[in-house]
C-alpha cells in the first residue's frame, strides 16, 4: 500500500514537534506533501521558523514549509507562551533553520494540493487554530469534498477546558474557523482533551525518549521536560499531554484510539463558553453526525509507536 498524502498544518508547539516529527519519521506510511504554518501558540514568524527547525532537526529539508495566516478570521489572536515558552520551542537548545519558506500562501499550497490530487487521497492534520482550513474552504468551496479525511487535535467534552473553563485552546482561539470546517461535510476524526489527557509523557516515558541517544530524542526529551512544567502544576498529574502526536499516531495506528460517531458543533457567541466543542456524546439531539470523537487510548501502546518511530531519525 502507497503512503498516505497528508497535510500536517500547524503552529509548533513542543507537542506539535512531536507530532511532525513522528511523521516524517514514517515516509513508508505518510507522504508530508507539505507543512502549513498558522499563528497559534505563538505568532506565525515563530510557528513558521519552528516548522523549518523541526524539519531540519528530522533531516527532511525536502519537506515543504508555507506560511499561512498570521491571525483568527475575525478576532484578536491570542497565543500560549505561557506553556509553550517565548519562542514556542523553549526547552532544547536548537539552531535557527536555514532552510526557506516555501513561496506562496499556505491557504492557496492546501487548495492547490486538493485541486491537483485525486479526490479522496489527501488527508488534513490540523494541529493549531483551523484558520488556514477554514480559509481555504470559504475560498475555494470545492476542496471540502475532495478531502480524505480532516484528523485534528482541538476541543474537549468530558475534560472540559484548558484555556477557559469550557474551551480548549485551538478551538478557543478562532471558533469561526472552526465552525466552518465542522460543518464543511468533510470527514473529521477529533482528538480532543478527553483522550490526550490520557497520553501522559511521565518521567519512564521521557527518559525512554532520551534514550535513544540522538539529537532527535535528546530534542525531544528537553521538549517535554520544559512542556511539562506547566501541565504539572495545573492538573497535578505525573507527566502533561502529549496532545498533538495523537494525530500522527491515529494515521499509523489507529487501533490504539477509540470514540464515537457523533454531532460536534462549535459555541461561537457566548463569551462564557466561546469556543467550546458542544459534543453530543450521548446521541440527546436530532442533530446528524459530523465528526469521529476520540475518547479514549492504549497509553503504552502510543508512547511506544511515538519511541520506535522516532528511534529512526
Not at 19 to 46: F, H, K, R
Not at 53 to 71: M, N, Q, S, W
Not at 247 to 264: C, D, K, M, Q, W
Request: with cysteine.
Amino acid at each position: 500500500m502507497s503512503a498516505r498524502k497528508i497535510i500536517i498544518d500547524t503552529d509548533p508547539g513542543q507537542d506539535d514537534a512531536v507530532a511532525i516529527l513522528t511523521a516524517l519519521a514514517s515516509p513508508d506510511d505518510l507522504d508530508v506533501l507539505g507543512i502549513t504554518a498558522v499563528a497559534g501558540n505563538v505568532p506565525l514568524s515563530l510557528t513558521a521558523r519552528n516548522a523549518r527547525i523541526v524539519c531540519e532537526l528530522a533531516g527532511r529539508t525536502d519537506v515543504p514549509v508555507y506560511a499561512g495566516c498570521d491571525a483568527p478570521l475575525t478576532r484578536k489572536l491570542v497565543t500560549a507562551e505561557h506553556v509553550h515558552g517565548k519562542t514556542g520551542l523553549d526547552g532544547p537548545v536548537l539552531p535557527e533553520p536555514t532552510m526557506t519558506l516555501a513561496d506562496g500562501h499556505a491557504v492557496d499550497f492546501i487548495i492547490e494540493t486538493l485541486r491537483r490530487e485525486e479526490p479522496g487521497t489527501v488527508t488534513l492534520c490540523p494541529l493549531g487554530p483551523l484558520t488556514n482550513i477554514a480559509t481555504a474552504f470559504e475560498r475555494a468551496p470545492d476542496v471540502a469534498e475532495r478531502v480524505q479525511e480532516i484528523v485534528l487535535m482541538g476541543g474537549a467534552y468530558f475534560e472540559v477546558g484548558n484555556i477557559t473553563p469550557t474551551a480548549e485552546f485551538n478551538i478557543y482561539v478562532d471558533p469561526e474557523a472552526a465552525d466552518i470546517v465542522f460543518k464543511s461535510g468533510a470527514p473529521i476524526i477529533v482528538h480532543p482533551l478527553d483522550v490526550t489527557h490520557k497520553a501522559l509523557v511521565t518521567r519512564d516515558r521521557n527518559d525512554a525518549f532520551r534514550a535513544l541517544g540522538t539529537p532527535v530524542g535528546t530534542a525531544v526529551a528537553e521538549m517535554t521536560d520544559f512542556f511539562e512544567r506547566f501541565d504539572k502544576e495545573k492538573y497535578g498529574s505525573l507527566g502533561a499531554p502529549l496532545h498533538d502526536p495523537c494525530v500522527t499516531a491515529y494515521l499509523l495506528e489507529p487501533e490504539l484510539f477509540s470514540g464515537r460517531h457523533i454531532n460536534v458543533e462549535i459555541e461561537t457567541t457566548s463569551e462564557l463558553t466561546r469556543g467550546m466543542t458542544v459534543a453530543d456524546w450521548w446521541g440527546v439531539t436530532d442533530r446528524p453526525a459530523n465528526a469521529i470523537f476520540i475518547g479514549d487510548l492504549d497509553a503504552d501502546g502510543f508512547f511506544a509507536l511515538l519511541t520506535e518511530r522516532l528511534s529512526r531519525l
